[in-house]
């Protein structure tokens, strides 16, 4: 009888994994082959073989564009983590009542499109927007600050939109560590803040690297807040990919910008995940 339940056993498994078919089929649709286009179009439009990536390095405006992408990126995730971690240590430590409220906040975000809060956005923060006015009418400033169509209003406007992906991953990591780990440390005769920083904090960070890597990379693709919010000066490398595309039909060129953005946002998370277990990071479990 058990030799007969073995040999059940792989195909009630083969039966199963029937059921992974149909999200097999739908990642080779809508993301292996459009990565596979790319690529293709990267190396054979408008010719064969390296032109477009030795156009695009070669070129003083694009290489700018990237670095000014990762700049950016790095303002943003740095700007999300000061406010997201204090945020979300009062969420772990509130009461229910206000912990929900909390939370609801942060969820609110999700319920509108990207699109409708960037707009918002460039509604508030113009010349004649809520904040100009209020400022003028308080009589603080003479004149209407500059703060949208230039690095600080796509700053605004993406902290705002990615601050969720900041907040929520540090706040379940929060609600998991065990606060009589401080108190023991308190005991022990360390300060609360001695007691925070050598304890808390460091059991925190997993939370902290999570949200760091998921804001700066979907920073790295963003195109609609800084293209509504921000400066041409100062575009980042969605927006360059988006003309060269849709103006300029140069879908080459497009295509190898793609690619190397691709290429830098894994190149980034392979230089993550040697400072941090990225698994453990996203809550996975790994054994020796």
């Known amino acids: 009888m058990a030799a007969g339940l073995r040999k059940a056993s792989p195909r009630r498994g083969n039966r199963w994994a029937w059921f992974v078919l149909p999200a ?5 649709v809508f993301f292996v082959y459009p990565l596979y286009e790319m690529l293709n179009r990267s190396f054979t439009e408008p010719d064969v073989g390296l032109q477009n990536n030795v156009a695009f390095f070669g070129t003083d405006v694009y290489v700018r564009v990237l670095i000014n992408t990762l700049r950016i990126s790095f303002l943003i995730t740095a700007i999300c983590m000061l406010f997201a971690y204090p945020y979300a240590y009062i969420m772990a430590h509130a009461s229910r009542r206000t912990a929900g409220v909390l939370l609801i906040a942060v969820l609110v975000p999700f319920w509108s499109s990207i699109l409708v809060r960037t707009y918002a956005w460039a509604v508030i923060l113009q010349d004649t927007g809520l904040i100009n006015s209020l400022l003028l009418g308080l009589g603080l400033v003479d004149e209407p600050l500059s703060l949208v169509r ?4 796509t700053v605004i406007g993406m902290v705002h939109i990615l601050m969720p992906f900041m907040v929520l991953p540090i706040y379940a990591v ?14 022990l005769g360390s300060s609360p803040l001695d007691a925070f920083r050598r304890v808390y904090l460091p059991l925190s960070l997993p939370g902290v690297f999570a949200g760091s890597l998921l804001v700066f990379v979907l920073s790295l693709g963003s195109y609609v807040t800084p293209a509504v919010l921000g400066n041409p000066d100062q575009a980042m490398l969605g927006q360059v990919i988006v003309t ?6 140069n879908w080459g060129m497009g295509a190898a910008m793609a690619l190397i953005l691709l290429l830098v946002t894994l190149l980034i998370l392979a230089i993550a995940g040697r400072i941090v277990n990225i698994g453990d990071a996203f809550g996975g479990r790994t054994t020796d």
């Open 24 to 28: 097999l089929l739908f990642l080779a």
């Open 150 to 153: 230039n690095l600080l209003g």
């Open 174 to 187: 929060m609600k998991g560590i065990d606060t009589n780990l401080v108190k023991a440390a308190a005991n």
């Open 244 to 249: 060269q595309v849709q103006s300029l039909l």
